[in-house]
């Protein structure tokens, strides 16, 4: 009778122990906000939309090219998080060479308290943002810096803040996340002289990657200018960069000096400090990312091709049905990523971009058929004006069937 009566309760506080875990589980993508110098968001912008596990916001705070201040203001009032409540549905804050001044003070606090009593991530790059006091002493009087590795105030109090060119290297150490290790005997072959802004990481920090310094300068280990490192701040675990998102360690230019493996540590650096398992096999779901990113590029290009062809009266109607049906397959191959069946997502992405290919070849057929009557009609009016002008050419200087002599005429 005991056992009865206790079992309802035993029941219910079950299903509340199962609603609780649920209301735990984390989202299978990850909302993450980019910001910074407007020169980084578009590269930004190319790895959270590559990458499935992310869900981003890309504002632009800090100018550069054409993007002018009042329409940095205007992006700020339409894009970023109006409230506290709404920026805490982000779990990342990617802050790439930010200008301060672009934050409200209120803004500045939501973000500190935000990685102050919540389970967050975040980084900084180039050090203290900038060489330039402008730049650096706003970021170095934010509250948000705190809450970053890199101690600004000693950066900042140097006379001397760009680093000495020197070799790039990838900590191995048992005891390090599997964050940058995989890759690191690619990676070094390639940056023997590579440098960004001095850093000095604070107490507890964790160096994940470090430059050489000749001149012996460098902390917490002289000689030796911190790369890429976090530390773990209140709840969060933030991580602060050397260099810039458009130097060629993260946004490769030229062949020789690039660095393939970037959109993998980035990934890497917010699945780490978000609380997600690294992927057992990096390599593996290396390339599916290449390979995902590899299709949105051929996607541009076929949709480029095929709205020529329309231009020139063909109809793309059957081509653009099959190109969905691909769309689908991708889709499907970023379920079993976000599954963490990155096998089945690696065999799943192949299928269509071996499908990409066969469409490539009938949208250039299209193409080859829509420019066929552009091309003849072309030939048939070139052909034309060259035997009309030929007929008239021959009729009166050959010919001469409509010359007539002009008579003599005397003198007197």
Not at 39 to 48: C, D, N, R
Not at 145 to 168: R, T, W, Y
Not at 324 to 341: F, K, M, N, T
Request: aromatic share 14%; glycine share 4%; charged share 25%.
């Amino acid at each position: 009778m005991v056992s009865r009566s206790l079992s309802p309760i035993f029941i219910i506080l079950l299903l509340l122990s199962a609603a609780t875990v649920a209301a735990q589980e984390k989202p299978r993508r990850i909302k993450v906000i980019g910001t910074g110098k407007a020169e980084s968001t578009p590269i930004l912008a190319t790895w959270f939309n590559t990458e499935p596990s992310t869900d981003p916001i890309i504002v632009a705070t800090r100018v550069w090219g054409d993007i002018t201040p009042q329409d940095i203001k205007r992006f700020m009032r339409i894009y970023f998080p109006r409230n506290y409540e709404q920026l805490l549905e982000y779990e990342f804050y990617f802050m790439a060479q930010v200008d301060m001044s672009f934050f409200t003070p209120q803004q500045e606090k939501w973000i500190f308290d935000a990685l102050s009593n919540y389970e967050k991530g975040g980084v900084n790059t180039r050090s203290i943002m900038s060489t330039h006091d402008w730049l650096f002493l706003p970021w170095r009087d934010s509250p948000i810096s705190d809450a970053f590795p890199n101690d600004v105030e000693a950066i900042a109090a140097a006379s001397e803040h760009q680093g000495e060119p020197g070799e790039l290297v990838i900590k191995n150490d048992a005891d390090l996340p599997n964050i940058m290790k995989p890759f690191k005997e690619p990676i070094e072959g390639v940056f023997g002289q590579y440098s960004g802004l001095d850093t000095w990481p604070k107490p507890g920090s964790v160096i994940l990657s470090y430059t050489r310094n000749n001149r012996n300068e460098g902390h917490p280990v002289p000689g030796q200018i911190a790369h890429v490192f976090y530390w773990k701040w209140e709840k969060s675990i933030t991580f602060t960069f050397q260099d810039m998102v458009y130097n060629t360690f993260w946004s490769p230019r030229e062949a020789s000096t690039s660095n393939p493996y970037a959109l993998d540590i980035i990934a890497n650096i917010i699945w780490f400090s978000t609380g997600r398992e690294l992927p057992e096999d990096p390599l593996k779901v290396h390339d599916f990312r290449r390979n995902l990113y590899t299709f949105n590029i051929q996607k541009s290009l076929l949709i480029s091709l095929l709205d020529f062809a329309e231009s020139f009266g063909a109809n793309p109607d059957s081509e653009y049905e099959k190109l969905g049906e691909i769309e689908d397959i991708v889709s499907d191959a970023s379920d079993d990523y976000l599954d963490r069946d990155f096998d089945s997502a690696y065999e799943t992405v192949k299928v269509a971009l071996e499908r990409m290919r066969d469409l490539e070849e009938e949208a250039s057929e299209l193409k080859n058929r829509a420019l066929f009557w552009v091309y003849l009609v072309e030939w048939s009016v070139t052909t034309g004006v060259f035997l009309v002008a030929g007929f008239v050419l021959w009729t009166l200087m050959v010919k001469r069937a409509l010359y007539r002599e002009v008579g003599q005429t005397r003198t007197f």
